[in-house]
């Protein structure tokens, strides 16, 4: 009885362990997300303030506004992700009045601050909406997020479209740009990206995210120029 006490105490302390190593990896996963975008969209305004200072000081006055909107929303995220980390010692739950984590219904706000920074997007939503698991809807806007973010970094000009598709069984997101690629090759390779590739680490963690939920992510260049990333996430049906 002893020897099996101390077998299901072990199997205990082990799967607290993952439990705790899978939190972990989330929350770094998050703070890639969150730092990538928010510094991204922070270096492209100020080099747009910087370049017409001079000579139209509202316009950037205008950018230096959403640098400092970008600023404020990274340090909020990060305290909610850092609180998970760190529980105040109160004992005061630590997510109380931070902001949630974005899900699809702040996508708009974030196809603004793209917008504003110099990639025009178009999005479309086909069948009917509904509401999905929070975890689904976090990595669905992470996944536009990261695709708008390195095609903001590393195309010249060009224009993007976004795709939400609430199918029956599945939730499929989709993002196109034009212009140059910002891939090394035909796909993100699975192992790991390469430091040039402007992808890579990130579109390699979300498909980590998505194959969670028993979905797939598949990221490439267009013919022409550009990439397409497409993502399908089974979702129980309404």
């Given at each position: ?35 990538s ?23 950037a006055?205008?950018?230096l ?13 990060l305290r909610?992700?850092l609180?998970l980390?760190?529980p ?22 974030l ?12 999005v ?17 806007y992470?996944?536009?997020?990261e ?9 010249t000009g060009?224009?993007?479209?976004v ?13 196109l740009?034009?212009?140059p ?29 998505v ?6 992510l598949?990221?490439r260049?267009?013919?022409?120029g550009?990439?397409?990333?497409r993502?399908?996430?089974p979702?129980?049906?309404?």
């Open positions: 009885m002893g020897e099996r006490g101390w077998l299901m105490e072990r199997e205990r302390e082990t799967a607290a362990r993952a439990a705790v190593d899978e939190e972990r990896a989330r929350i770094a996963r998050e703070l890639h997300d969150i730092v975008h928010n510094v991204s969209v922070m270096i492209v305004q100020t080099a747009a303030a910087r370049e017409v200072l001079s000579t139209l000081p509202e316009t006055a205008a950018a506004t959403e640098v400092e909107k970008a600023g404020r929303t990274t340090m909020t995220e909610h992700l609180g980390l760190a105040d010692a109160s004992g005061a739950d630590a997510d109380a009045g931070l902001t949630p984590q974005p899900t699809l219904a702040a996508l708009g706000q196809v603004d601050r793209i917008a504003f920074a110099g990639l025009p997007v178009e479309r939503v086909s069948g009917e909406p509904r509401p999905l698991p929070s975890g689904i809807d976090v990595t669905a992470r996944i536009v997020q695709a708008l973010t390195n095609a903001l970094k590393h195309g060009g224009k993007a479209e795709t939400i598709r609430y199918a029956e069984r599945a939730l499929r997101v989709e993002v740009t034009t212009g690629s910002v891939l090394t090759g035909d796909a993100v390779p699975r192992g790991g990206g390469t430091e040039g590739s402007g992808a890579g680490r990130g579109l390699l963690g979300l498909r980590q995210r194959s969670v939920y028993g979905g797939d598949d990221a260049r267009r013919l022409g550009g990439f397409r990333v993502a399908r996430i979702v129980e049906g309404p």
